[in-house]
């Protein structure tokens, strides 16, 4: 059992190493309390420990003690009069079936345990093959993914937004795209993830910004006209000490309005900084860059933090918009979101639209952009220009 504490790093950050250190010996004496006589505990690591539970016969038995061990740790620990809230993560292996020597248990229960933490946390996984086969394309997308950029394999597509009345282009989203030479098209969400994961998605964030401001400034050259264009930036970008300054600096090298430009960003990555006055985002909003949430109703939604938050839009998730004409649940949410949107004055896109119903319906809620399949599939930088000339050339000709 590979046994490792969940953002026991902040501990030493926030409280100092010496409350870290006391808290160690605290969670090694619970661990121990939890496991049975004869079992076998280890400190491997700064906040590693390793379990050998002898006789046991399979790793489903060994979740029963990961289950008390998970419990025993949910009280919180007392150290130096400071209160901590303390979870782990567990990764089971069993001998013989998964492993047959100390090298590849440990590894084996070190990659479960990297499942458990990316279930949540605070929860424990038994191995199985199919995460070693994971884990290997893991880290080799990340490793292709850091070279990525400079291999020229990324590229940006722009997913058309409309005027759900007008039925007008009224704005894009730009969207990443991977080629890669051996894996092909990887899908998004996957390496995205991967990215994250992988600490290097500010990298991606800030690469299609760039790269957003200088097709925009090329498109004005050429005396074109994009509606505002949204950048997805992950929780991560928004975290990073010089996300304000790269924004503005990658902003004024092209020229870029504030109206050409704007930000999405889903609800949980807003939530930790909502109510500071010099939080990033609000210094975004001060530069006058809207900002989006995206994939709103699947986070925290809720009206307090809603209403203290800088933003100018809120995008429908598309699992709400999908159901929109057939299920009355669906309906009445999608009709809440809007009412609540409109009353904080917030502009609202649906997403994922892909009927003539779903769009009826968005129709009547009242004045709202729309984006998904019904209109437009995302459209290569290419095919973007041409819509823009032909939307330009049909201006002139009315
Ligand atoms: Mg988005």
Request: glycine share 6%.
């Amino acid at each position: 059992m590979f046994i490792d504490l969940d953002h026991f790093k902040d501990v030493n950050d926030v409280l100092g190493h010496s409350v870290g250190d006391l808290l160690l010996q605290e969670a090694a004496t619970r661990l121990l309390a939890a496991l049975r006589e004869g079992d076998l505990l280890a400190r491997v690591g700064g906040d590693e420990f390793v379990a050998m539970l002898p006789g046991i016969e399979s790793a489903q038995n060994a979740s029963v003690i990961a289950t008390k061990i998970l419990d025993t740790l949910k009280t919180p620990f007392f150290i130096n009069e400071e209160e901590i809230l303390v979870s782990a993560s567990i990764g089971i292996c069993c001998y013989p079936q998964d492993g047959q020597d100390v090298e590849s248990l440990l590894r084996n229960a070190d990659t479960a345990m990297y499942e458990a933490k990316s279930a949540g946390r605070g929860t424990w996984r038994c191995y199985s093959r199919a995460m070693t086969v994971a884990a290997r394309r893991h880290m080799e997308l990340l490793y292709a993914l850091r070279q990525a950029i400079d291999h020229g394999e990324l590229s940006v597509v722009y997913q058309p937004k409309y005027d759900a009345r007008t039925e007008k282009l009224s704005g894009f989203e730009a969207l990443l795209r991977w080629e890669h030479p051996k894996f092909g098209a990887v899908n998004t969400h996957e390496f995205i993830t991967v990215a994250e994961q992988g600490g290097v998605i500010d990298d991606l964030d800030y690469w299609v910004l760039k790269q957003v401001c200088e097709q925009i400034s090329d498109w004005r050259r050429n005396g074109l006209s994009p509606p505002t264009i949204a950048v997805n930036v992950s929780a991560a970008t928004l975290h990073d000490r010089d996300f304000v300054t790269t924004v503005s600096q990658t902003l004024q090298e092209q020229k870029i309005a504030k109206d050409w430009i704007q930000l999405e960003l889903t609800e949980t990555a807003l939530l930790p900084s909502f109510d500071r006055p010099d939080s990033a985002l609000n210094q975004i909003r001060a530069l006058g860059l809207g900002i989006s949430i995206d994939d709103f109703g699947t986070g925290y939604s809720s009206l307090s933090y809603l209403r203290k938050l800088p933003v100018t839009e809120l995008k429908i998730d598309a699992s709400f918009v999908r159901d929109i004409a057939t299920d009355r649940d669906a309906a009445t949410i999608a009709e809440t979101i809007f009412a609540m949107a409109r009353s904080l004055e917030l502009n609202v896109v649906a997403e994922g639209v892909e009927t003539a119903e779903q769009l009826a319906f968005l129709r009547n809620l009242g004045p709202l952009q729309i984006q998904g399949f019904y209109f437009s599939k995302p459209l290569s930088a290419r095919d973007t220009q041409i819509l823009l000339a032909d939307i330009a050339r049909n201006a002139v000709n009315n």
